[in-house]
């Protein structure tokens, strides 16, 4: 009699869902899950919180399309993960968590971390379920996978008892599932098309906003045969970065502020009108400018600003569709219109300020001269981790992406933490595809203390993950070490102490020494330089850049400011 545990069909019904990698940290009741995960094949990375884990998992379904799976043990453990849960949701991208839970006999008796976790999932994912036998585990999962990924891609849920986990059925009564299909494919109205095509034809300054949603919907390549043909500045959102390259000569991202203002016409592609562009409002915004919104979601339509056309669809499909109107019709625009000239001159002026800033050498070193160095030394086609205040905004700006989701950041959420899951999950993806791609976390001190511990998981895997602390002491600022004695003396510090301020010069170059990675302190260009070199050369262990910087150190000065001041 061939019998099979719940374990086991967990496990083999995500790799039938093509799940290939699995993160999170085991316990009672889940850890034969994740053994049984190894022997069906799935990469499994031990992580050392939940939520670094589900970050990571959520960021293979990013990068890779197929959602990666977060274990986590019940009550505590699922809590943890929530954070991941809702980082996914937000950002649009797949995830598939499974939680242990406690055995079905001990429900309301007060059990060993009891939990309502199905009804806490709910808020957090769009779908979340407990499999009512062994026999239907299978057709449980391949709903959670497949509604992770159809419409707009977002975490789900799979609730495991306890007491499912070892027990055993006849595999001959398990109703197995055979892998979803992709999602399915749906163009625009036709006529909304033309429409499009005919608005953007009347703009005196249009604009091609480039979102992450394009990113995800592998759209990069009909996008640049759209721009190249039709002649149009494009933008791109943070992870919009290397949909098209950032060097493309249409790309007007050094001019944004100008750009979003002046815009009469601005065709969105799989991107939002939420805080990260303004709302589509005034100031930011012209008043009467009209927006073309290609959007998978039909409820996301007219947020905020009631579009003059709505293409629902899928962002591939539609960008084609709009494609083979402007070959069709032979339509471009004009080169030498004063809208090119307007944002040419800007983009300049722009860059001429920072170049400034980054030509700058002395000691302590500011933000734009680190960034400097940093991007001249990155290879091409490297993944690029950012999360921080000053650093993530300010490395937006100077740290190129040329190809398509190789950038990822704090997202649409804001989330602060995500840097070194996400960098974990793509140097996974990265070594089992074999690439040769580096991966490079470039982190703020306050960002990266939020999953620093994160460092001994790239260690005992290996990851060669190249990781850059800009440390400035602080949260936006901080203070250096000759204040921080004054301060000491002054009174408590827990009374006297800014509440932005970390530890003056923490050494976090000895915490990745400590479990055998690289770690190398930085105060002097040549330093940097040297240690990002020595860093980028060494594929055997991960290697972490302290790079201390002036603690006042801040952004330049903008005309129309990208970012208020918030949790980023």
């Known amino acids: 009699m061939d019998e099979v545990t719940g374990a086991q069909l967990i496990?083999?019904?995500?790799?039938?869902?093509?799940?290939?990698?699995?993160?999170?940290?085991?316990?009672?009741?889940?850890?034969?899950?994740?053994?049984?995960?190894?022997?069906?094949?799935?990469?499994?990375?031990?992580?050392?919180?939940?939520q670094a884990a589900c970050y990571a998992a959520s960021a293979v379904g990013y990068i890779t399309g197929r959602p990666g799976a977060c274990l986590v043990v019940s009550g505590p453990g699922l809590i943890h993960a929530l954070g991941g849960m809702a980082n996914a949701n937000m950002n649009c991208w797949p995830v598939v968590v499974i939680g242990g839970s406690s055995d079905r006999n001990q429900e309301t008796a007060g059990a060993f971390q009891e939990f309502p976790q199905v009804e806490a999932c709910r808020l957090y994912s769009k779908f979340s379920a407990r499999p009512s036998s062994l026999e239907a585990i299978p057709s449980v999962i391949e709903k959670a996978v497949r509604t992770s990924i159809y419409g707009r891609p977002g975490a789900c849920y799979v609730d495991i008892a306890g007491d499912m986990v070892n027990a055993k059925v006849e595999r001959s009564k398990v109703r197995f599932v055979s892998c979803c299909p992709p999602p399915p494919v749906s163009l625009a109205d036709q006529g909304s098309v033309t429409e499009a095509i005919s608005v953007l034809k009347a703009a005196k300054t249009p604009l091609v906003i480039i979102g992450k949603g394009a990113a995800y919907g592998r759209a990069e390549t009909v996008l640049r045969e759209f721009i190249e043909m039709s002649g149009l500045p494009f933008l791109p959102t943070p992870m919009g970065k290397g949909v098209l390259p950032d060097d493309h000569a249409n790309c007007v991202a050094a001019a944004r502020s100008r750009a979003l203002l002046q815009a009469d016409v601005i065709l969105l592609f799989g991107a939002r009108l939420n805080w990260m562009l303004h709302f589509g409002l005034p100031p930011r915004f012209?008043?009467?400018?009209?927006?073309?919104?290609?959007?998978?979601?039909?409820e996301e339509m007219g947020n905020n600003v009631r579009p003059a056309v709505a293409l629902l669809g899928d962002i591939s499909a539609v960008a084609t569709q709009l494609l083979m109107c402007v070959r069709r019709d032979g339509w471009k625009y004009p080169s030498n219109a004063e809208w090119w000239s307007t944002l040419k001159s800007k983009i300049a002026a722009n860059a001429k300020i920072s170049?400034?800033?980054?030509?700058?050498?002395?000691?302590?070193?500011?933000?734009?001269?680190?960034?400097?160095?940093?991007?001249?030394?990155?290879?091409?086609?490297?993944?690029?981790?950012?999360?921080?205040?000053?650093?993530?905004?300010?490395?937006?700006?100077?740290?190129n992406n040329y190809l398509p989701r190789h950038r990822l950041d704090a997202g649409t959420f804001g989330t602060m933490g995500v840097g070194l899951g996400f960098?974990?999950?793509?140097?996974?993806?990265?070594?089992?595809?074999?690439?040769?791609?580096?991966?490079?976390?470039?982190?703020?001190?306050?960002?990266?203390?939020f999953s620093g511990m994160e460092v001994e998981t790239m260690c005992r895997y290996s990851l060669p993950v190249v990781v850059i602390v800009v440390n400035n002491n602080g949260i936006y600022s901080g203070v250096d070490s000759e204040t921080w004695k004054e301060m000491k003396q002054m009174g408590e510090l827990t009374s006297v102490a800014p509440p932005v301020s970390l530890l003056p010069d923490a050494r976090y170059d000895e915490v990745m020494k400590a479990f055998g990675g690289r770690g190398l302190l930085v105060r002097t260009v040549e330093e940097l330089r040297s240690a990002l070199q020595l860093s980028l050369?060494?594929?055997e262990r991960p290697s972490l850049i302290n790079v201390l910087i002036d603690p006042s150190s801040d952004r330049k000065q903008q005309e129309f400011p990208w970012l208020t001041r918030s949790n980023l």
């Open 11 to 50: 496990a083999e019904s995500l790799k039938a869902q093509k799940v290939d990698y699995m993160f999170g940290i085991v316990g009672v009741p889940i850890i034969e899950v994740a053994m049984a995960a190894q022997a069906a094949g799935i990469r499994y990375v031990g992580m050392r919180n939940e």
């Open 286 to 298: 012209n008043p009467n400018v009209k927006i073309i919104q290609v959007e998978l979601c039909a």
């Open 355 to 399: 170049k400034a800033l980054a030509l700058q050498s002395t000691v302590p070193l500011n933000y734009y001269t680190v960034f400097h160095h940093i991007s001249q030394l990155l290879p091409y086609d490297c993944i690029i981790v950012s999360e921080g205040a000053n650093t993530m905004d300010i490395g937006r700006t100077m740290l």
């Open 537 to 539: 050369s060494d594929w």
């Open 423 to 449: 960098a974990i999950a793509a140097a996974a993806v990265e070594a089992s595809q074999n690439t040769g791609r580096r991966v490079v976390c470039v982190e703020g001190d306050s960002a990266f203390g």
